[in-house]
């Protein structure tokens, strides 16, 4: 077992180790990536370097660690395997990204120990605004297009509104948002949430939100920003992360294993051209399911970086009821199919 440390630039550059069992003591309980992650796919590196390092070092398996940029080297290197026949080996990619945007799983390794982290920043802000009467603040999350982050903090925290790319909003709605705010204001409660995603909107920014609830609040509430940046990327990972990463290491290794018995020739050379020998190993419906790129290249928003459809699109609207939105209606949401939804 080899280390690849700074991604796809570092192997190009041959930062490469040697692993032994005590190599990676202690590193399920610490923070962040010690192997050392560059946000640069295998295609900006140079598939060619790339497949030259993989005959240079003889490796007979490739496994990806990483977000978006794991998964679309994949494919890229799959894609390109008539021309480098490097690439006829098994490529797993395992998603790990805070974002929670990798196609092919439900869920990525970091993205629980984000949210955890952001859900504590929320409770700290809402504590503070128990001394300030009549106060609405505004969180940015990260995520990139991706509002997995802000929708289940938002769910997690009690926030009256989540805004996010996936589900476009207009000045309306902010105006409506103010107007419920202030109704609310005028009630029992004295405090407000929202979280908006990073790339949510181009124009309708954080400041703007902010300072549109700030004016159209005057003589009834105040508004106040908090850009959280990196804050959420750290912290001590979870459990859930911790066993979810283990898992996943051992079933990327066992499979990859099983391709190599197969597809090894009697020289010892390792050719696997077919579909199932490049794929992201995710969570799905609790079962980690092994899907090739190729499936998934379809099932891609390339541009934004994301996949089509998420599952947790369709818990949204108990945002709106737990804040009791006048815009909602119940029987609206229990005919959705939420209902499906164990």
């Not at 926030?159 to 948002?177: M, N, S, W």
Request: glycine fraction near 10%; hydrophobic fraction near 40%.
């Amino acid at each position: 077992m080899y280390a690849v440390f700074d991604g796809f630039e570092g192997l190009a550059n041959d930062q490469v180790k040697n692993l032994n069992w005590m190599s990676v003591n202690g590193w399920s309980s610490v923070g962040g990536s010690l192997l050392g992650c560059q946000k640069t796919s295998a295609g900006k590196v140079g598939l060619g370097k790339i497949a030259e390092k993989i005959q240079e070092h003889n490796f007979q398996a490739l496994l990806v660690i990483g977000g978006y940029e794991a998964y679309s080297s994949v494919l890229q290197m799959y894609e390109s395997r008539n021309k480098y026949p490097q690439f006829n080996i098994p490529m797993i990619c395992i998603p790990a990204t805070i974002s929670n945007n990798v196609p092919g799983t439900e869920f990525s390794i970091g993205a629980d120990t984000a949210l955890n982290e952001i859900v504590k920043i929320c409770d700290k802000i809402k504590q503070s605004a128990q001394g300030s009467k009549r106060r609405v603040f505004v969180i940015e999350t990260m995520g990139g297009y991706c509002g997995y982050l802000a929708s289940m903090a938002a769910l997690a925290s009690g926030a009256d509104q989540a805004y996010i790319y996936e589900e476009p909003f207009t000045v309306k709605d902010l105006i409506d948002d103010v107007d419920h705010m202030r109704k609310k204001m005028e009630g029992h409660l004295k405090r407000g949430l929202l979280l908006r995603n990073e790339m949510a909107n181009d124009h309708y920014s954080t400041e703007f939100i902010t300072k549109l609830f700030q004016e159209e609040g005057k003589g009834v509430f105040s508004a106040r920003s908090n850009i959280l940046g990196h804050m959420q990327q750290g912290g001590l990972p979870t459990p859930f992360d911790r066993a979810f990463g283990t898992k996943l290491g051992c079933k990327a290794v066992t499979y990859a294993v099983q391709l190599i018995e197969k597809a090894a020739t009697a020289d010892g050379k390792v050719i696997c051209d077919k579909p199932d020998s490049a794929v992201v190993l995710g969570l799905i419906k609790r079962q980690s399911e092994f899907t090739p790129v190729e499936s998934l290249k379809a099932k891609t928003d390339i541009e934004h970086r994301m996949p089509l459809e998420q599952w947790w699109l369709k818990l949204r609207p108990l945002l709106r009821i737990l804040a009791k939105h006048e815009s909602v209606y119940i029987g609206d949401y229990v005919e959705s199919g939420v209902e499906e939804l164990d």
